[in-house]
């Protein structure tokens, strides 16, 4: 299973990026998958999650401005960002057992 993500780049803040991660190999469409950060001097944390059921759950810190979702027919995962803050700055990773190698998000 191969997991390459991409979209990341730099936006002032206030602006907005979508992150996707196209997945090959054979997997499981309904596992559930994550989309992960890590930024400089910090540990990797939990961003969103969507679950077998479709449900999804978010870090209190990005509820309300990220969306994770899916498409099963083009195995891709994505995480639509919006109102970023340079808090936000971080290394992206989609996961679900298997890791990509990440994206670079840079909020100015």
């Known amino acids: 299973v191969q997991l390459v993500e991409s979209g990341g780049g730099s936006v002032q803040e206030g602006g907005s990026l979508r992150l996707s991660c196209a997945i090959s190999?054979?997997?499981?469409?309904?596992?559930?998958m994550g989309w992960f950060r890590q930024a400089p001097g910090k540990e990797r944390e939990e961003v969103a999650t969507?679950?077998?059921?479709?449900?999804?759950t978010y870090a209190d810190s990005v509820k309300g401005r990220f969306t994770i979702s899916r498409d099963n027919a083009k195995n891709t995962l994505y995480l639509q960002m919006n109102s970023l803050k340079t808090e936000d700055t971080a290394v992206y990773y989609c996961?679900?057992?298997?890791w990509g190698q990440g994206t670079q998000v840079t909020v100015s």
């Open positions: 996961a679900f057992g298997y």
């Open positions: 190999g054979d997997f499981n469409r309904k596992n559930c």
């Open positions: 969507i679950h077998r059921s479709d449900e999804t």
